[in-house]
């Protein structure tokens, strides 16, 4: 069920989380959120494979995470390896794209860290 849909449901045992909100004062920008999270994490998962360390396994516990209304996990060990190195290459390119059709247009980029982008 998408975040969207949730929200709709008359029945606030029915919701997921109230990270947006309710009522009158639900966030206007929802599906914005939810289709640009759908985009990052498609992304991420189109171009790394993400595991556990040898011999060790994720806790999906409740004990894994912080927090009541917005959770988020506990610190963990990750291994993310690319898929391929098509895929490597790709955002490479992208990456080079980026500095020149968009960094550039908030300042230098360094390679250490992303511009600020000041509104």
Not at 14 to 37: L, N, S, V
Not at 67 to 93: D, H, L
């Amino acid at each position: 069920m998408s975040m969207s849909n949730s929200t709709s449901h008359t029945d606030p045992l029915q919701r997921d989380h109230f990270a947006f909100g309710a009522g009158r004062r639900i966030c206007p920008g929802i599906q914005i959120a939810e289709q640009d999270m759908f985009l990052a994490f498609s992304r991420l998962l189109w171009a790394f494979k993400f595991s556990a360390p040898p011999g060790t396994q994720v806790n999906t516990d409740q004990s894994a995470f912080f927090g009541e209304t917005v959770r988020r996990p506990k610190p963990f060990e990750v291994v993310i390896t690319p898929r391929s190195a098509k895929r490597v290459a790709t955002i490479e390119r992208e990456m080079e794209l980026a500095k020149q059709n968009v960094f550039s247009l908030y300042g230098s980029y360094n390679g250490d860290k992303l511009p600020d982008f000041d509104i």
